[in-house]
């Protein structure tokens, strides 16, 4: 008896050893870096109905003030993925594969537009053949530039009918237009919403061609490779978001206010818009980005469409 009682003890300590020697599970936590657009709405929403954690995936949204600033978190591992546009995942991949989209974020729908091309309230021009040789607010070598380049030649316009000038903060473009010393320019929803509300006219926006300015969400490929079911994880409960959103729109306008996506002065009247169900770019949009960014100079080869679109992670 004594032997058997000793026999369990030493078994006991082993199997405790063991234990002890085993390593802990690790809980893998997403930091997305995102920007204050109505883009990320579906992100806010997750993390605030507790979405993230239903699917088991733990994840810091981290507030960041601009594009540029987005870019640089991403660059130094510091951002596992964020909300961005094809454009910008070409620029990151043009010398190795760091990007990979995994899906839409968001783009316009009907009677909801995503980009517009407006016409300040003192410039006379009341619709698209006033827009031709007119300067035109943008800020270059972006998503904005692309879209309103593509828009005005879907409406007839042709090379020397485009004129473009380099207003790079939305703010001076804002206030610019307001002045009337800027013709005419292109705002993002909802900027766009509140530079109606101070005197501009809406002339074009995306709502004919939606998935010309759709942003997407993505993730740097080392985080893909090595942490893929947190990806999926993360991206199950952005679906949930975006239905929830989309069946009960209004709901979520406190979120909007605190997360500072819609300005103060368009609170009570700004509705927030549907957005799009699981879903990538398509080989062709890759394509007609690619073709234009080299056309302007903004990348000298071909970046391939399979290595930078990911549609495996999608629930």
Known sequence: MKKMIFLFLVIAILVSACRSAAPESK??????????????LPMFVAQADGLFQKHGVQVELIPVASAPERDQMLQAGQADGTLNETLSIMFFNKEKIQLQAVRYGHMATAGSGH???LASGKSGITDINGL????IGISQGTIIDY???????ANGFGNDDIKTIAVPKIPDRMALLASGELKAGVMPDPLAALAVQQGARIILDDTSSPKLGASVISFRKEVIDTQSDAVKAFLAAIEEAVT????????????????????????????????PEKGIPSEAEWNDVLAWAKEKGLLAKDIAYKDSINSALLP
């Not at 031709?132 to 300067?135: F, L, Q, R």
């Open 27 to 40: 809980t893998v936590t997403l930091k997305i870096a995102v920007i204050p657009v109505i883009d990320t």
């Open 115 to 117: 980009f517009f091309i």
């Open 132 to 135: 031709k040789g007119v300067d």
């Open 147 to 153: 879209v309103t380049t593509r828009l005005l030649q």
């Open 244 to 275: 929830l959103i989309n069946a009960n729109p209004s709901k979520y306008s406190s979120l909007l206010v605190e997360k500072k996506i819609v300005p103060q002065p368009l609170i009570g009247t700004y509705v927030t818009p549907k957005f």
